[in-house]
Structure formats: structure tokens, C-alpha cells
């Protein structure tokens, strides 16, 4: 027996206070491209700084016992 999905209404939600607006897509795709731009450049500073507390620590550890951790020998 086959049935048929009930189609179901689409969902409408409008927050108090808001109203909608209409923006150029050429603004949008900009401020979308430099939003991505800063995430990306937010990454790579968390990167750096990983890098940067890693070779601190393996320094660190080298000095102190004259070999490196496991994770320091990539």
C-alpha cells in the first residue's frame, strides 16, 4: 500500500519588531566575501599561535631533558 506525504504548510515565523528589507546582491556577496576573510584569518592567527606554543614547549622540554616528546618529532 502506498500513501502519499501530507504536504505540509511552510513555516512562516516573523520575530516581533522585525521587518524585512531588500539589500543589493553585489553589497551582499561583498560582505559575505570579507566575512569569510575573517574567519579564515582568524584561523590562521589560532594556527600560528598553536605552532608558536608547540615549538615553545618542545624547546622547552629539549633544554630540560636533552630529548623531545613523541610530539615534537614530526
Known amino acids: 500500500m502506498k500513501t502519499s506525504p501530507?504536504?505540509?504548510e511552510p513555516l512562516?515565523?516573523?520575530?516581533?519588531?522585525?521587518h524585512w528589507?531588500?539589500?543589493d546582491k553585489g553589497w551582499l556577496d561583498e560582505a559575505?566575501?570579507?566575512y569569510a576573510e575573517a574567519v579564515c584569518a582568524?584561523?590562521?592567527a589560532n594556527n600560528?599561535?598553536?605552532g608558536f606554543k608547540l615549538e615553545r614547549h618542545c624547546t622547552a622540554a629539549l633544554f630540560a631533558t636533552g630529548t623531545t616528546p613523541p610530539i615534537c618529532r614530526r
Request: aromatic share 4%.
Open 6 to 8: 501530507k504536504k505540509k
Open 21 to 23: 528589507v531588500t539589500i
Open 48 to 50: 600560528r599561535a598553536a
Open 12 to 18: 512562516e515565523y516573523q520575530a516581533p519588531g522585525v
Open 42 to 44: 582568524v584561523e590562521r
Open 32 to 34: 559575505l566575501e570579507r
